[in-house]
């Protein structure tokens, strides 16, 4: 069983950062899993934010193209989300989740995810 964690979520200004992580147990974080980031606001139903692929391949949804980092720590096991340029519209609760059956035209959907973090709470002021 994979277990994930995600951390560093918290209340800031717009225009501000905060890097998120989500680190796992077992083998999540090795070189054959995806790694996603999501999130869902308020009201609003889940949406994919970013992915992690073997051969260090990342992928972003456009919303947050440009001012969003993902990228894996292989020392810590983790995978970080680096969130630049904060806006109000990103509040939201950001979920990790890891699969290691994901073709690429799939790696935005969240069924193609096996395991699943608890959620970290992102909010945004303006």
């Known amino acids: 069983q994979v277990r994930m964690v995600e951390s560093g979520g918290g209340l800031v200004q717009a225009g501000a950062s905060l890097r998120l992580s989500c680190a796992a147990s077992?083998?999540?974080?090795?070189?054959?899993?995806?790694v996603g980031w999501f999130r869902q606001r308020p009201g609003k139903e889940r949406e994919f934010v970013a992915a992690?692929?073997?051969?260090?391949?990342?992928y972003y949804a456009d919303s947050v193209k440009g001012r969003f980092t993902i990228s894996r720590d292989s020392a810590k096991n983790a995978v970080d989300l680096q969130m630049d340029s904060l806006k109000p519209d990103d509040t939201a609760v950001y979920y990790c989740?890891?699969?290691?059956?994901?073709?690429?035209?799939?790696?935005?959907?969240?069924?193609?995810?096996?395991?699943w973090g608890q959620g970290t709470q992102v909010t945004v002021s303006s």
């Open positions: 989740a890891a699969g290691s059956r994901i073709i690429l035209s799939s790696i935005s959907r969240s069924e193609s995810y096996d395991y």
């Open positions: 077992g083998e999540a974080f090795s070189g054959r899993y995806t």
């Open positions: 992690f692929r073997r051969g260090d391949y990342t």
